[in-house]
């Protein structure tokens, strides 16, 4: 049986044949292009022990794929802690497939109870690496979450790099990026309430 996993990876950074889905469909656009930067989820399938791209040709065989996927991301454990430096309620999870819980929509529901938040943000700066935040922070503490996802992608290696920006959680699916303009626009909302 082939093994089948579903990676998040920089736009445009895969071969032009490779099956690669949206992992926002026609997000909102925000003005400084930072929606450009969202991740981008390729199918991989193993071969001789290592995970090559599926190539576009096998869409048809997504749904199926989709379920030896749910099995390959069993390898490996997770590991989870709380990010204490940064106000509010923000949290990483760490392990060979903790980027890819961005993917996971019961995994976010259950976060969304978890935090009892009907929004939350989320990101993936690198391999390995899964940040929940911007909970019970105001719009600083969202702010400040939103520059450590930015410090975390840039520190590491290349190679290892997804996306340097924040998504916006809501009803358990990725909707749209937080970046500098709309925390200027949640702030200064505040300031007029």
């Given at each position: ?11 445009g ?6 099956l690669v889905e949206?992992?926002i ?7 400084l ?7 981008q989820?390729a ?15 096998e ?7 989709r379920?030896?996927?749910i ?16 106000p ?15 993917l996971?929509?019961?995994h976010l529901?259950?976060v969304?109870?978890i ?6 943000l ?19 503490g969202?702010?400040e979450f939103v520059?450590?996802?930015?410090r975390?992608?840039d520190?590491?290696?290349?190679a ?9 959680v809501?009803?358990?699916?990725p ?12 702030a ?6």
């Amino acid at each position: 049986m082939l093994r089948y996993a579903p990676r998040l990876v920089q736009p445009g950074s895969t071969p032009r044949d490779a099956l690669v889905e949206v992992l926002i469909e026609n997000p909102p656009a925000s003005p400084l292009g930072e929606h450009e930067l969202i991740p981008q989820v390729a199918w991989m399938v193993e071969r001789e022990g290592a995970f090559v791209h599926v190539p576009a040709s096998e869409r048809g065989e997504l749904e199926a794929m989709r379920g030896s996927a749910i099995m390959t991301m069993l390898d490996g454990e997770l590991v989870n802690e709380v990010l204490e430096h940064l106000p509010g309620v923000n949290l990483a999870t760490s392990g060979t497939y903790a980027a890819e819980l961005l993917l996971d929509g019961d995994h976010l529901a259950a976060v969304h109870e978890i935090l009892r938040a009907k929004v939350f943000l989320a990101a993936a700066p690198h391999r390995g690496r899964f940040l929940v935040g911007g909970v019970a922070g105001g719009v600083a503490g969202m702010r400040e979450f939103v520059a450590h996802v930015r410090r975390e992608h840039d520190a590491a290696p290349i190679a290892d790099r997804i996306s340097p920006v924040t998504l916006l959680v809501r009803d358990g699916a990725p909707t749209a990026v937080v970046g500098e303009l709309q925390l200027n626009a949640l702030a200064q909302a505040g300031c007029e309430r």
